[in-house]
């Protein structure tokens, strides 16, 4: 529907802001800390310095990290959401350079197009209008428009095949939907193993949630939680990262298979109370 900028500015933590204490990757002796929980926005003016902050200390991180170093990833910050491009050799390296950036204070969501092994991935953007969050991304939206490679209606599923895509955008698509929950298990269906889907809703007490009288859902931090926590025979999701900047919810959640272990109670405990 649109791009993931909403009305008004990001925010992003100063370096050194709240975290549990323990830098998994070395770095900056200030440059690690949990997710960022904000109530209110960072001005605009403050978000840009941040972001080239994160974006020099991004690339510092995989210059000299002896697990990172080596690898033909570029990185660059809008907004405190992490764009990631370039290749590497296999899953386990993309997994890696995702959670390493994770892991900088500020960062609301690590977002990439990133080729593996040669391959280029498979990305669609639901709800996309006229906006892809990356070129070469697959539009779909309800509507037809310049970016819309096919129409569907969201609230009936995803036309696609089981397991054939790396990563789905869902960003400001969640909160028009009454039964989101059925689209978020379609998109566990279509991500092959480890796929991430990437989710951006209004935070429930910022004016962007109310302003748009199409907006039936209301969506907070914890919110995502209970996505990955539901009980019974669902679609399981571990968080690869999730924050709140004072304006808007990031998610960004990785697909587990029937034998893959649940989370960590540590690891949930970076996102969640």
């Keep these: 529907m649109r791009n993931h900028r909403p009305a008004g500015p990001r925010p992003a933590g100063p370096p050194g802001a709240r975290g549990d204490g323990a830098a998994a990757f070395p770095g900056p002796p200030h440059g690690y800390a949990g997710p960022v929980h904000r109530a209110e926005p960072l001005s605009s003016p403050r978000q840009r310095r941040y972001d080239d902050w994160l974006t020099t200390t991004a690339a510092d991180l995989l210059a000299h990290d002896g697990r990172l170093r080596g690898l033909a990833v570029r990185v660059r910050f809008d907004g405190g959401v992490a764009h990631l491009t370039g290749e590497v050799d296999d899953a386990d390296d993309l997994r890696r350079v995702r959670e390493a950036i994770g892991r900088l204070a500020g960062v609301h969501a690590v977002w990439d197009r990133i080729r593996v092994a040669g391959r280029e991935p498979v990305i669609i953007d639901i709800g996309c209008g006229d906006t892809l969050q990356y070129p070469g991304n697959i539009g779909f939206d309800r509507r037809p428009g310049g970016s819309v490679a096919a129409v569907a209606d969201l609230a009936q599923g995803l036309p696609v095949a089981d397991a054939t895509v790396d990563q789905i955008f869902a960003v400001h698509v969640l909160e028009h939907l009454t039964d989101f929950l059925r689209l978020v298990d379609e998109c566990h269906r279509a991500l092959r193993p480890a796929g991430v889907l990437h989710v951006l809703s209004p935070w429930w007490r910022h004016v962007n949630a ?27 999701w571990r968080p690869q990262h999730a924050s709140c900047d004072g304006a808007t919810v990031f998610a960004d959640l990785v697909a587990l298979g029937p034998a893959d272990p649940e989370p960590d109670a540590g690891h949930l405990a970076r996102f969640f109370d």
Excluded at 212 to 226: I, L, M, S, W
């Design 210 to 236: 109310v302003a748009d009288p199409t907006h039936v859902r209301f969506f907070d931090v914890q919110t995502v939680k209970g996505i990955c926590a539901r009980p019974g025979p669902v679609p399981r």
